[in-house]
Each structure stands twice: as C-alpha cells, then as structure tokens.
C-alpha cells in the first residue's frame, strides 16, 4: 500500500451496529469511502454486551473519529438505523440514558466538520456496513472458540 500525501477531504461513512441479543454480544463496522466512492478503511470491533442502538451509535462514534484523524473536512454519514438519524436530527428525543452520553459525543464529532449531514438508507443500501459488524462479532465467536479448545 502506498501513502498518499492528501487524504481524502471528504469523506463517506456507511455505519452499521449488529447485536446478537438486546442487549446482547454486539459489534460495530464503517465502511469508509471518498466521494468518488473508492474504499478508504474498513472499519470494525467487538463492543461487548450491548443493545443494538449502542452499537448503532458506537459505529457512528468510531467513523467520525477515523473521519477526523484523516483531517477531513466534510462527512456524509449514511445509517440503515431510523432512530439514531432521527435523533441526531433532533426529531426524536433521546430518552434512553444509555444512548444520551453516545448522542452528545455524536454530536460534539459532527460540529468539529465544516460540513456533516447523516442520512437514512434502506439496509440493503448498508451491506457492507453491515458485513464489518457481523465479523467482529463472527471474529469474536471463533477466537472464544478456538480459546476454549487450546484449554481442552
């Protein structure tokens, strides 16, 4: 891989959480293009236990911090998750206190951008999003597995 000397000034985050329970073993994953929609990162992690509205923001969290340290001025940020879109919009109130701490955070990394705008996608329009969340959690599951029978 070679370095390039300009990052991408703008940036595409395609954000997704998956949990496997609610609150359940849950994971998070970015993918992460320019605008000409070539592959910047591929973003994903394990979160632990978590409801899947966690890790819908988590995801949102971890993105806009890869967007900031790659020094990119402009986000488009697109989630397959109603309600985190409809709460950085402020058209739903954010009554879970769990989700009120991500939801500041959320916000305080959207400021930091010239330009930022979260948009709603059908989940078909998040796949790969989608995929990054299920291997951190599929990573997860083997490395418990293969754990257990080094133990045997």
């Given at each position: 891989?070679?370095?390039?000397?300009?990052?991408?000034?703008?940036?595409?985050?395609?954000?997704?959480?998956a949990s496997r329970g609610n609150?359940?073993?849950?994971?998070f994953g970015v993918h992460v293009?320019?605008?000409?929609?070539?592959?910047?990162?591929?973003?994903?992690?394990?979160?632990?236990?978590?409801?899947?509205?966690?890790?819908?923001?988590?995801?949102?969290?971890?993105?806009?911090?890869?967007?900031?340290?790659?020094?990119?001025?402009?986000?488009?940020?697109?989630?397959?998750?109603?309600?985190?879109?409809?709460?950085?919009?402020?058209?739903?109130?954010?009554?879970?206190?769990?989700?009120?701490?991500?939801?500041?955070?959320?916000?305080?990394?959207?400021?930091?951008?010239?330009?930022?705008?979260?948009?709603?996608?059908?989940?078909?329009?998040?796949?790969?999003?989608?995929?990054?969340?299920?291997?951190?959690?599929?990573?997860?599951?083997?490395?418990?597995?293969?754990?257990?029978?080094?133990?045997?």
């Amino acid at each position: 891989m070679t370095a390039t000397s300009t990052a991408p000034r703008e940036l595409r985050l395609h954000v997704d959480g998956a949990s496997r329970g609610n609150p359940g073993e849950a994971g998070f994953g970015v993918h992460v293009t320019a605008a000409d929609g070539s592959e910047v990162a591929a973003l994903y992690g394990y979160l632990g236990t978590a409801t899947n509205n966690v890790a819908e923001y988590q995801a949102l969290v971890h993105g806009l911090r890869f967007a900031l340290g790659r020094g990119a001025a402009s986000v488009e940020v697109f989630s397959d998750s109603e309600l985190l879109v409809r709460q950085l919009e402020g058209r739903y109130r954010v009554k879970n206190a769990g989700l009120q701490p991500l939801h500041r955070e959320a916000q305080g990394l959207l400021a930091r951008f010239t330009s930022a705008r979260v948009s709603h996608v059908p989940r078909e329009q998040n796949r790969e999003a989608d995929a990054l969340a299920n291997r951190a959690l599929d990573e997860r599951a083997s490395n418990l597995a293969t754990s257990s029978t080094r133990r045997s």
